[in-house]
């Protein structure tokens, strides 16, 4: 089902859209924000120069310094009273990044996770049930009430506690689950501990995933822990553009669709900050053109993917951007080549005798980095001959995708940390001493 | 004929082998004898037991990667030569062997347990050189 008719608009009647509220949004910050003002100034650029959609390449970008700098309220457009909720990323490093949302706001946010639901077969029958954290995370309310919103009914289970989780899939029969793809594959270690086979035991049929990435490799392994049919979809947002809702792939599996009436998506090279043709790859730049409390232009999302336009076989019209490599931020250089820890996840679900887990260990031996893999081993054995196998084909499979050596370590099965959020696998200690 | 050995994957880090026998102990499973085999990064630990099954599904539970694997355990007299003995009907019938280690030592006889690489031979060509063995 498709949830919105502006998702089957031709690609005109998408661009005199987008145009008209981008016209409108950047009449707006200049006005509202003097921030943007300031920074539209610098750059010599008046809300009058916007006149095709192309003229958006003239506008400041904003980054999550900009945020950061402007803490917490400083790139709102409307007076706080008129907030109707208030959303904070825990900051790793510094302060924070604060969002908020007006009642409008929080109907664009309804719609966008509605039409995402819809894209990945959910309907009013479902049950629901958010395995996300709820609290300042957009993740969790995001889905909430975009799910509420299509009449499903919603367990707010939240993170933790995964046996009582299973309890609630079975006894309330849960057909759709909510989790990132790691907490989904976590939850079917659980059942299987205690005892349940998550394919027969349990009734999730959909399971919408996101705030992490989802490699082909991974979705294999979700469908091996709960089973073929299951619908596997990921989702994308942040909570600076909104939330999830951002973008959400479809049952045809070829990307994800992006909401282009709220959020106007390009493609740049991450380095010179140039706009790159449809279809080649580069980090994510998002303008919401449909906002009224934070109103981002051109956010750099650190993403890195590609945009394809041609109408999907589902029915939508809207561009779609390929699933996520990685983020321009998580990738590590190690002795000189590019790797994205989603490479190294896929060799290892490769491996049969191996868990999914993994963790990544960068160190620096000399003047030359060493790459440790860490891995699970799943299947007993009593061999010598079978480990140095195990650890021989890891490493091979790894020299083949990245072209780098790299040491296996095996570990018993649950040794390596869990995570009920978004994973952190990679542990870089080379500029440590 | 054969008996059940417990294998264990560990890690070659302070407290492992303790965390193993920590959860053999809490399930009131008693060992008769065990073995280490390592490398610099891990090891095998293998066990014999008075409750192989039990101990090894504890130990899974336990978050190790355990499995129960078939031995034969030969009984040795207490005289000279008897292990020379064993050894040579063994290479004599060209008997693959993985491993062995000792199990015991007390009483009238010794006895030791060895992994064949095929079991059903084996325990043909024991019982051809009346080799005794203990069914555990
Ligand atoms: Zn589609």
Redesign the pocket.
């Known amino acids: 089902m498709i949830w919105s008719k502006e998702e089957t608009l031709s690609r005109a009647e998408m661009e005199a859209l987008q145009l008209s509220r981008l016209q409108e949004t950047v009449a707006r910050v200049y006005e509202k924000v003097p921030y943007y003002r300031a920074k539209m100034d610098e750059k010599g650029v008046k809300p009058q120069d916007i006149k095709t959609l192309a003229d958006l390449a003239k506008l400041p970008f904003t980054t999550k310094q900009d945020m950061r700098d402007t803490y917490p309220f400083g790139l709102f457009a409307v007076p706080k009273d008129q907030l109707v909720r208030i959303h904070a990323s825990s900051g790793t490093t510094g302060k924070p990044t604060v969002v908020g949302y007006t009642r409008g706001d929080l109907d664009t946010w309804t719609d966008c996770v509605s039409r995402i639901a819809c894209?990945g077969g959910a309907t009013s029958k479902d049950v629901a049930q958010i395995c996300f954290g709820y609290g300042m995370f957009t993740g969790a309310l995001g889905l909430h009430y975009g799910l509420e919103n299509i009449g499903a009914a919603i367990v707010p289970s939240s993170t933790g506690n995964s046996e009582k989780q299973l309890m609630y899939m079975k006894d309330f029969n849960t057909s759709l689950l909510v989790a990132t793809p790691s907490y989904a594959l976590r939850l079917a270690e659980v059942a299987r501990e205690t005892g349940i086979d998550p394919k027969t035991d349990l009734g999730v049929k959909i399971a919408l995933v996101g705030s992490e990435l989802l490699t082909d490799a991974m979705r294999e392994e979700m469908h091996n822990a709960w089973g073929r049919d299951v619908l596997i979809t990921s989702n994308y947002g942040m909570s600076e553009l909104m939330g999830p809702g951002v973008s959400g792939e479809?049952?045809?599996h070829?990307g994800m669709?992006i909401n282009e009436d709220y959020f106007l998506p390009e493609i740049i090279d991450s380095v010179t900050g140039e706009v790159l043709p449809a279809g080649e790859k580069g980090e994510l730049v998002i303008t919401c053109i449909k906002k009224e409390g934070l109103p981002l232009i051109r956010y750099r999302t650190k993403d890195v993917t590609r945009l394809f336009y041609e109408p999907?076989?589902?029915?939508?019209t809207t561009c779609?951007m390929e699933n996520l490599s990685g983020r321009s931020d998580d990738m590590l250089k190690i002795r000189g080549v590019n790797v994205f820890p989603g490479q190294i996840e896929e060799v290892v679900l490769s491996v049969p005798e191996l868990g999914p887990h993994y963790e990544i260990i960068v160190e620096r031996e000399g003047y030359t980095d060493k790459l440790t893999v860490r891995v699970e081993l799943v299947k007993a054995t009593d061999s010598f001959a079978e480990l140095q196998r195990i650890e021989q084909t890891t490493r091979n499979k790894l020299k083949v995708v990245l072209g780098l050596d790299a040491k296996i370590r095996l570990e018993s099965p649950n040794t390596l940390q869990r995570f009920e959020g978004k994973a952190k696998r990679i542990k870089d200690l080379r500029n440590q001493k | 004929m054969a008996s059940k050995q417990i294998s264990v994957f560990i890690e070659n880090r302070k407290g492992r082998l303790g965390e193993v026998l920590d959860v053999l102990k809490e399930n009131a499973v008693n060992i008769l004898s065990l073995s280490i085999a390592d490398t610099s990064e891990y090891g095998l630990l293998r066990i014999i037991s008075d409750a192989p099954q039990k101990g090894q599904e504890a130990l899974s539970k336990a978050g190790f990667s355990a499995m129960l694997t078939d031995v034969v355990i030969l009984q040795v007299p207490h005289t000279p030569g008897a292990l020379q003995n064993i050894l040579r009907v063994i290479s004599d019938e060209e008997l693959g062997i993985e491993y062995m280690y000792g199990l015991s030592v007390a009483g009238e006889e010794a006895s030791i347990v060895v992994k064949p690489s095929d079991l059903e031979k084996a325990n043909a060509v024991f019982e051809k050189h009346q080799v005794d063995t203990i069914d555990l």
Request: some cysteine; overall charge positive; glycine content about 8%.
């Open positions: 894209m479809c049952l045809e070829c669709h999907c076989a589902c029915g939508r779609r």
